[in-house]
């Protein structure tokens, strides 16, 4: 019989597998419009969603006192996911993947305006030392003038408003419920897209990617929380920087992105610093929202 902590660890590597295959379908479906991929990659993201609603719920599931709030993590998550998928299909896959591992240090400064949280100077260092290993990542947008790599932190600001609002609402809100507003918001956002841009009609192919980019966006998602729910964050949170191990196998095979220097050593350093902040975070009790959506 397997420990709760070896059950979640291997939700985390499911996790991390799920969010890998996800980031190369997008990549890989960059001929079509971003609205249409947000749509269907939320619209087939409802699948998973519905098999963890208890069957006791099922008629009062989507019950909330506080629809305004939903309505922010959804435009919030929306916005992330779309600075997310430009990023994606504009840059080498492991700069957008290193790049998103900074969530947390944005969470930490969110943290300190919209909640009034003290952040003691482990937590400052870390902060600084994240966005020195953000800045050698983007290096290249100095060089060669490359505005795409400013998505990824502007995923990573948007982030951090998910990840505020999500503290709130899990407060009241079943995992469930958060999850369904988020999914329904961002399904209608994207589908709103169909009327001034030319979506395209995909072929069987196509289709078969998109189904997969919907089902492991939303069942990454599940296996994640329910990692954070099973097994100790310490143990859990270092599994999830694989993803840069097979961003970087991936990006080469694929797509022949061979990593600079540069992207990795500061890739070390945000790694470093969300480790650093996720400990933080635990050692004081507070939710750990991982730094993906």
Sequence with gaps: MLTQNQIGVLYMV???ICFSIMDICVKWLDYYPVGQVLFLRFFIGFIPIFFIIPKDKIFSFYKTSRPGLHAFRAISGALAIIALFLGLRELPLADVVSLTFGGPIFVTIASIFFLSEKVGIKRWSAVFLGFVGMLLIVQPAFIDVNYYYITPIVFCIFFACVAI?????????ANYTIAFYFTLLCSLLGLGTIFFSDWIMPTFIDFVLFFVLGLCGSVANLLLTQSY???EASLVT???YLSLVFAIIFGYFIWSEVPKILTLLGASLVIASSLIIFMRENKLKKQIIAPRT
């Design 14 to 16: 499911g996790s991390v």
């Design 165 to 173: 609002s999500v503290r709130s609402l899990s407060k009241t809100e």
């Design 229 to 231: 729910r099973l097994a």
């Design 238 to 240: 270092p599994i999830k």
